[in-house]
């Protein structure tokens, strides 16, 4: 784990969206019900640190997105922090959001819905120039300059020769161009931090891996720190240093790509791996693993929480104390950490098979 201080973090994150007012029971307030809330993002900590990547993994609903756009502060938060550079950079007001976009641009999952389809992509880079960007004599960018600073752009994203997609339309693009135009507009900024919302989930298979090399050669050239949002764990490997696994707004288990997608700790990670696609897994060994975990079912309402840990209703290991007490994510191993009792040394923890290689192994922790 990265020993330098994180470019951007996230302490206690936390997001309620209102949900409309109950229509029966519950105390009335002003002559009104009390208002319903949606638990998206419940105390989640994050750190991007430059020249890193950190996934951000787990199934549709967890509330990847909604930490992402959190992290952007296109929507603003119910509790906790965002820190930029250590100092709190929640923002106020248009000025304070513009300098804070400047450094923390995002990248949306789908590059035609996020591209004007009435514009060229000549304007589209160059109004990203313009609000970011000056000239050495304090002025915008205009003629040599910005036909330069226009074809840096494109020739970043590989998008060679620049003057064959400058003045192309969205839909004169392929989805891959298209991604890599989207990207070209976070650069504009020259940001410090890149948040990607599952930027390849839309694309081609074909194309998918094109993106991640793109970005990954930004993260080595320029040293960006990457937010990858993803539901894919395999990709995580693939792609990401660190990876934090989320589950109904909670993280359950951060630790390095690596030992997290070959050595998973918590239940739900397993469940993840377990039901990744396998090309040598003909016999289809994985998905027999998922269905004698007994790991069926849906994710628990947002809305009303179930006590515990989120994933005990569904985890074929829990116990009482998993359904009446939430766990906080307790260190197995160094830079590696899960929320689950069974990493505990309490008396009544569930038995999830601890790794034996672990440092902080329940076994020994009891000992």
């Known amino acids: 784990m990265s020993t330098s201080s994180p470019v951007l973090a996230a302490r206690g994150l936390t997001k309620h969206f209102r ?37 951000v993994v787990g199934e549709s609903g967890s509330g990847k997105s909604t930490v992402a756009r959190l992290l952007a502060q296109l929507i603003p938060f119910t509790g906790g922090q965002v820190l930029l550079d250590g100092v709190d950079a929640r923002v106020r007001g248009r000025r304070a959001f513009r300098a804070y976009a400047q450094r923390v641009q995002m990248i949306f999952q789908d590059p035609f819905a996020s591209l004007n389809p009435v514009h060229p992509v000549r304007y ?129 288990e951060t630790g390095d790509s690596e030992s997290v997608t070959q050595e998973p700790l918590h239940p739900y990670t397993r469940l993840l791996v377990a039901s990744a696609p396998d090309p040598d897994d003909l016999a289809g060994a994985g998905a027999a693993a998922v269905r004698d975990q007994g790991t069926g079912g849906e994710p628990p309402s947002l809305v009303d929480p179930p006590p515990g840990c989120r994933f005990a209703p569904r985890c074929p290991y829990a116990r009482d104390l998993c359904r009446s007490e939430t766990p906080a994510l307790i260190e197995v191993a160094p830079g590696r950490s899960a929320a689950c009792w069974g990493y505990s040394d309490r008396d009544d923890r569930p038995d999830v098979g601890v790794p034996t290689g672990s440092a902080t192994s329940a076994g020994e922790a009891a000992a």
Do not use: C, K
């Not at 998008?159 to 003045?167: F, G, I, K, M, W």
């Not at 891996?209 to 490997?237: E, P, Q, V």
């Open 19 to 55: 949900a409309g007012h109950f229509r029966a029971g519950g105390r009335r307030v002003n002559g009104r019900p009390p208002a319903r809330a949606i638990h998206a993002v419940d105390g989640v900590d994050l750190e991007l640190h430059r020249g890193q990547v950190l996934a």
């Open 124 to 252: 589209t880079l160059t109004r990203a120039l313009r609000l970011h960007r000056r000239h050495p004599t304090g002025g915008t960018l205009r003629g040599a300059e910005l036909e330069a600073a226009l074809t840096e752009l494109l020739e970043r994203v590989h998008l060679t020769p620049a003057e064959r997609y400058v003045d192309s339309y969205p839909h004169e693009l392929s989805g891959g161009q298209r991604q890599r135009i989207a990207i070209a507009r976070a650069l504009a900024a020259d940001p410090e931090v890149l948040l990607a919302d599952e930027p390849v989930s839309m694309l081609d298979v074909s194309i998918r891996l094109g993106i991640l090399n793109l970005l990954a050669d930004l993260r080595d050239r320029l040293g960006i720190a990457i937010l990858y949002i993803t539901h894919d764990i395999a990709s995580a490997r693939y792609f990401a240093d660190r990876t934090t696994v989320l589950y109904a707004g909670q993280v359950m």
